[in-house]
């Protein structure tokens, strides 16, 4: 599903190269659960960053679903995120002027112009999915951070993305909210097969997980699976 | 597209003060022009009638010279029957042109028979005048009747040689070739002054004209025309330029044929009021573009993150223009239709209120201002088009925003 060969990424800091992830390969399948995890400064955010096709590599090749990613432009990028890629954030990055159900629609009316009956199905369900039904109407700023993850995994699935990134999002929750949460996104990969691919420091989610990819100074110095397939 | 207004229209409501204070601005911008407008052209058209319809007509058509010597008011300088034919006939088939009139212009010594002073005169058929210039009548003072053997004297002269209606007074002048002639008038009614050449002239019949300077043939100074529409005007004067291409025996152009621009300085002001008008125009524009192009920068600059969360969901890029550029031109929107309707209002209360004011000697003027349907038209496009150039530049910024560095952003 996701093939990065030789993957680099040199950052320029003054007159200095700051080489953040030094010649990396790696390959992962639909439907798995991975964590990747590090350091901070071990590149593990600049990595998801490239895989989910918001940054581009200093050299090497990222290929997704047989696309290549390195050849698209900027508006390409976009509707390939759009069509296939989710992005959760640590601090769930919902828009304060929408309503959670508007929120969850977002993408749908944006990115997506699906119709009017089809958005509707497809939010109610998730909505439902994620408990958050009946706060469907509420403002971001009227619910709780664990409610405001709920929307943030809502509406990055609401697209039937092939691929989740999530950048620490249990960071900003409590321990017993961030269990629900981690509870939540595996039932959903169950369900969907939908691959979710974690940058985080949470043992919650790294306990969770069907692989761990260890990152130190931009190497995988460990691949390991956690679970039996 | 509705959903892009919609998601605009709450982040214009995210800030409600700022969105507040950005289309008062506007608002008030919106109401100076208009207001401003209406009351400059109340003026305008006041001046513009007051030049037209009771001294000057639209047009005006005379031999070859005659009105860089009109000081003298010449009488070697009339237009004479074959002349006059050549030019009715242009007249009559003008498709701009009303109705016009002949008129004797001379100059006259003026007796009560006790003093002596002099005059200018124009000598007119009032019938036909009185078609060209419709508010004549309007600034003769006790007035009934203009016929044979009667003079409308102008108000200063009237004052100062104390004449009143149904005096009876002397008019001597000199004709063409120079010998001296006299006739006896009865003061018909007294003739308002307005600003402006011929403001000060008195009038007398055509025909006493003739008699008092022996004209025998027919002759005349000057063809004063309306036209059916003042805006024709430049039209007018190219469908009539025949009159003007005619030449005379010495291969040179017979006639000229001036409009009231050319003829009054008053022109002048009107022209002084328009560029006013424009400064206004491109101060409204700076206010506009500069409010909202402020706005607009502050609300990239404070959405940054959000930005970057919308373009890795994986917003287009002309999507997110289209966000900043909804919200630029709803505030446009919003602040030309207050405006619009703050302008109404007020012109309709200084309507109610009878605002009079005075110009030159003239006192009591009623100020009338009148908002057209197409200056308002015209701001509020301005404003709209103008709001949405301010926005571009910061769209087109937060279009371009590297998502990873916007969702670095705190």
């Known amino acids: 599903m996701i093939e990065a060969k030789h993957l680099q990424k040199v950052y320029k800091v003054g007159e200095l190269d700051l080489t953040v992830i030094k010649d990396l390969s790696l390959e992962i399948k639909q439907g798995e659960f991975i964590s990747i995890i590090g350091p901070s400064g071990s590149g593990k955010s600049t990595l998801l960053n490239m895989l989910g096709c918001l940054d581009t590599p200093t050299s090497g090749e990222l290929q ?3 696309n290549q990613i390195n050849s698209l432009n900027k508006t390409k990028l976009a509707q390939f995120r759009g069509d296939n ?3 959760i954030f640590q601090s769930f990055n919902l828009i304060p002027v929408l309503s959670v159900y508007e929120n969850i629609e977002y993408p749908l009316i944006m990115i997506q112009n699906l119709s009017d009956k089809e958005r509707r199905k497809r939010v109610l369900k998730l909505l439902k999915e994620v408990e958050m039904l009946d706060q469907k109407d509420k403002t971001p700023d009227k619910i709780s951070g664990g409610q405001m993850q709920r929307v943030a995994i809502a509406r990055a699935l609401v697209t039937n993305p092939k691929i989740v990134f999530a950048d620490e999002p249990t960071a900003n929750l409590d321990s017993k ?3 629900k ?13 939908t691959t979710f691919v974690f940058a985080t420091h949470d043992e919650k989610i790294v306990a969770n997980v069907d692989r761990l990819i260890t990152l130190i100074d931009g190497e995988i110095v460990e691949d390991k699976r956690t679970h039996d397939e | 597209m509705n959903n892009i207004f919609k998601i605009s229209y709450r982040n214009l409501k995210r800030n409600n003060r700022r969105t507040l204070l950005t289309t008062s601005l506007i608002t008030l911008g919106v109401v100076f022009v208009l207001v401003y407008t209406a009351l400059a052209g109340s003026f305008k058209n006041y001046m513009i009638s007051q030049i037209t319809d009771t001294a000057m007509g639209h047009l005006q058509i005379h031999k070859k010279g005659y009105v860089a010597s009109v000081e003298n008011l010449p009488l070697d300088k009339n237009l004479n029957e074959k002349a006059i034919k050549f030019i009715e006939e242009q007249l009559q088939e003008s498709k701009y042109v009303e109705s016009y009139s002949f008129r004797i212009k001379f100059g006259a010594m003026f007796s009560n028979f006790a003093e002596t002073t002099n005059i200018r005169l124009n000598a007119i058929a009032p019938k036909s005048e009185f078609t060209v210039l419709p508010s004549l009548k309007d600034r003769f003072q006790d007035f009934t009747r203009f016929e044979k053997g009667s003079i409308i004297v102008p108000e200063i002269l009237a004052k100062g040689m104390k004449v009143k209606k149904d005096d009876t007074v002397v ?3 000199n004709n063409k070739s120079g010998s001296v002639n006299g006739i006896n008038l009865k003061v018909a009614g007294i ?8 403001g000060r002239d008195g009038y007398i019949h055509i025909e006493d004209a003739k008699k008092i300077l022996r004209i025998k043939d027919v002759e005349v100074s000057e063809i004063v025309v309306r036209l059916k529409d003042n805006s024709m005007l430049e039209k007018a004067m190219t469908e009539l330029s025949p009159i003007t291409q005619k030449l005379n025996k010495k291969g040179k152009p017979a006639f000229e044929l001036h409009s009231w621009k050319k003829l009054s300085p008053f022109y002048n002001i009107v022209k002084m009021l328009d560029v006013m008008n424009m400064a206004i125009k491109v101060i409204l524009i700076s206010i506009v573009l500069i409010s909202i192009l402020n706005v607009m920068i502050m609300s990239v600059y ?3 993150k959000e930005i970057g969360t919308i373009a890795a969901m994986g917003t287009p890029p002309s999507t997110i223009i289209k966000l900043f550029l909804a919200e630029g031109l709803m505030l446009g929107i919003l602040g030309a239709i207050l405006g619009s309707a703050v302008s109404f209002g007020i012109i309709q209360m200084i309507d109610l209120m009878e605002i009079t004011y005075s110009f030159g000697r003239e006192s009591d003027l009623l100020l009338e201002p009148i908002l057209q349907l197409k200056d ?4 509020d496009i301005i404003v709209i088009l103008i709001s949405l150039i301010a926005s571009i530049s910061p769209a087109i910024k937060a279009s371009r925003l590297d998502p990873v560095e916007a969702l670095r952003t705190n």
């Open chain 1, 64 to 66: 997704i679903d047989s």
């Open chain 1, 85 to 87: 890629i989710g992005f």
């Open chain 1, 177 to 179: 909210t961030a269990h």
């Open chain 1, 181 to 193: 949460i981690i509870e939540l996104m595996k039932k959903i990969q169950k369900e969907h097969g």
């Open chain 2, 171 to 173: 008019l001597v002048a």
């Open chain 2, 191 to 198: 003739v308002e002054t307005i600003s402006g050449p011929g």
């Open chain 2, 302 to 304: 404070e959405r940054v």
């Open chain 2, 376 to 379: 308002v038209v015209l701001i």
